[in-house]
């Protein structure tokens, strides 16, 4: 009698989120959002529709999950380069900026994915409080690299400084 059962394996709860989370980036990564069903990240999770409901409330939530996910790694791998980076601070600007400009950051998937979500943020205040915490992350983190740049500027104009620094890297990202 043959079976087309998937074979069980033992997850923990983490991983298990985890590839759900994984599963929905790259089904919207691939098709936008409309491609990211419950169905369809399930199979490419591995498990029955009905076991994302364990994890995640609602679709909505684990969207959201998934847009967290999103924001971190990009400013993760922005900020992944200032391990390497000289100690001048104009260098640690300067690779800082550069690797938010070149793979892995700049990637055509990476930018789907990014503008597939962004599109919830009209409708979804949640997912406008996500998007909000990782853009003041990001600037908080560039905000840093610019106030310890040598030269005489205060808090407000290193802040200024850093959301047109930001501006510029988004216009240079979105046209790469």
């Given at each position: 009698?043959?079976?087309?059962?998937?074979?069980?394996?033992?997850?923990?709860?983490?991983?298990?989120?985890?590839?759900?989370?994984?599963?929905?980036?790259?089904?919207?990564?691939e098709g936008g959002p409309q491609?990211?069903?419950?169905?369809?990240?399930?199979?490419?999770?591995?498990?029955?529709?009905?076991?994302?409901?364990?994890?995640?409330?609602?679709?909505?939530?684990?969207?959201?999950?998934a847009y967290r996910r999103l924001?971190?790694?990009?400013?993760?791998?922005?900020?992944?380069?200032?391990?390497?980076?000289?100690?001048?601070?104009?260098?640690?600007?300067?690779?800082?900026?550069?690797?938010?400009?070149s793979p892995p950051v700049v990637?055509?998937?990476?930018?789907?994915?990014?503008?597939?979500?962004?599109?919830?943020?009209?409708?979804?205040?949640?997912?406008?409080?996500?998007?909000?915490?990782?853009?003041?992350?990001?600037?908080?983190?560039?905000?840093?690299?610019?106030?310890?740049?040598?030269?005489?500027?205060?808090?407000?104009?290193?802040?200024?400084?850093?959301?047109?620094?930001?501006?510029?890297?988004?216009?240079?990202?979105?046209?790469?």
């Amino acid at each position: 009698m043959s079976t087309d059962r998937r074979p069980y394996r033992r997850e923990t709860e983490e991983s298990r989120r985890e590839a759900l989370i994984e599963a929905a980036l790259d089904l919207v990564a691939e098709g936008g959002p409309q491609a990211a069903t419950v169905r369809a990240i399930a199979t490419r999770a591995g498990v029955t529709p009905g076991l994302i409901r364990h994890y995640f409330a609602s679709k909505e939530e684990l969207t959201r999950a998934a847009y967290r996910r999103l924001v971190q790694i990009l400013t993760d791998d922005s900020a992944r380069a200032l391990r390497a980076a000289p100690a001048s601070p104009t260098d640690r600007l300067a690779s800082f900026v550069a690797a938010s400009l070149s793979p892995p950051v700049v990637d055509p998937m990476r930018l789907g994915l990014w503008a597939g979500l962004l599109n919830t943020l009209r409708s979804d205040p949640e997912m406008r409080q996500i998007h909000e915490q990782g853009y003041h992350s990001y600037r908080d983190l560039l905000e840093g690299l610019i106030a310890a740049l040598p030269r005489d500027a205060g808090p407000e104009q290193c802040r200024h400084d850093a959301i047109a620094c930001n501006a510029v890297i988004d216009g240079l990202w979105l046209e790469s």
